[in-house]
């Protein structure tokens, strides 16, 4: 059986799926050529992360596929009530993820509460009093030990959050429409561990207490965070969003930002992607990465042998 990973896989994936018997390719095709290429090559199953659209179109041109394997968690690439409508399997890799996406989180409200991304661009060639200027004007930093983060969506990824901030010294409080009450169990290399249970706070009360929020739901129709939201938030508020595109308002966060409503925002993803609007992209409060939550080495090789495992268990 051919599998085509057209978005990338581990070689640790790779391996675990040659080894039994599966002959992968690792060829990036262009979207259009696509459907000619699986046809061509007699692929019976596609995997992809978010880059490669699997759509009617696609499907339809491609009748002998039997699966496709999201190598990540968000499917909205991926017509997956169509898929099964023609018989394909669709899976993906819900929690291989989430620490990675936890971490960039961290690495944003890090970077944005000490101006790292600001500092970056504009540390001086040379230049005693610009220098000085710039430690005075990133003089005012803040810790994020003793502050409260707001999680809008605790699912894995948002639990994962939630771990490293309770272990950062934070007060934590979350907003889920399906969840009530959750215990969180941290671990420690020493065997040792500590639980905690974080009781579900309504939504306008997480926005007008949090310091920090970040939003970590599926892809929408409609913004988790626009104006309406912002209002209610205290002033100073940092903003993180490596979920989707589209949660929230950009042009809102924008003008939040430009009115000190907001301090800074972590951006991963964005509602023009893969080109942010110039805007966002030269905004002076904003940190930006390009959609790296799940790009970690340790990331890519469990979600490469999750997908190895599941197409294995799945065609045997
Ligand atoms: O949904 C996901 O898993 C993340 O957004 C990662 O997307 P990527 O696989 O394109 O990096």
């Known amino acids: 059986m051919k599998i085509l990973a057209n978005d990338g896989i581990s070689q640790k994936g790779i391996s675990l799926l040659e080894k039994n018997g599966f002959d992968v390719i690792t060829t990036n095709v262009a979207q259009e050529q ?62 291989a993820s989430s620490l990675s996406v936890a971490e960039l989180v961290f690495a944003h409200l890090y970077g944005g509460v000490r101006f790292l991304y600001d500092a970056n661009r504009n540390m001086p060639l040379e230049g005693d009093s ?7 004007s990133y003089g005012n930093g803040k810790e994020l030990a003793g502050k409260t983060l707001g999680i809008i969506g605790f699912g894995r990824i948002g639990q994962a959050v939630a ?7 934070m007060k934590v409080v979350f907003f889920d429409p399906l969840l009530d009450d959750v ?3 941290l671990s420690f290399f020493d065997g040792q561990s500590v639980t905690f249970h974080l009781k579900k706070t309504d939504k306008e ?21 626009g104006k309406k939201e912002f209002d209610l938030m205290k002033d100073g508020v940092g903003i993180i969003n490596a979920a989707r595109g589209g949660v929230i ?7 939040a930002l430009e009115s000190d409503k907001v301090s800074f925002a972590g951006m991963d993803v964005y509602e023009s992607e893969p080109r942010p609007e110039i805007r966002i992209l030269m905004h002076p409060k904003i940190s930006l990465t390009p959609h790296i939550g799940g790009a970690t080495n340790e990331a890519q090789d469990r979600i490469g042998i999750e997908l190895a495992e599941q197409i294995i268990s799945h065609f045997k």
């Open 249 to 255: 308002d950009e042009v809102a966060l924008v003008d």
């Open 130 to 136: 610009k220098f000085k200027q710039l430690k005075k």
């Open 34 to 95: 696509l459907g000619h290429f699986i046809n061509k090559n007699e692929v019976t199953g596609l995997l992809v992360r978010s880059a490669t659209k699997v759509n009617k179109d696609l499907i339809d041109a491609c009748p002998n596929l039997k699966l496709v394997g999201r190598g990540g968690v968000g499917m909205d690439n991926i017509d997956v009530e169509y898929a099964h409508k023609k018989g394909i399997q669709v899976i993906n890799t819900p929690s």
């Open 183 to 185: 215990s969180l169990t």
């Open 205 to 225: 009360e997480l926005l007008r207490i949090s310091d920090f929020i970040t939003v970590h739901v599926p892809a929408q129709k409609n913004y988790v965070l």
């Open 163 to 169: 771990k490293l901030a309770l272990g950062a010294g």
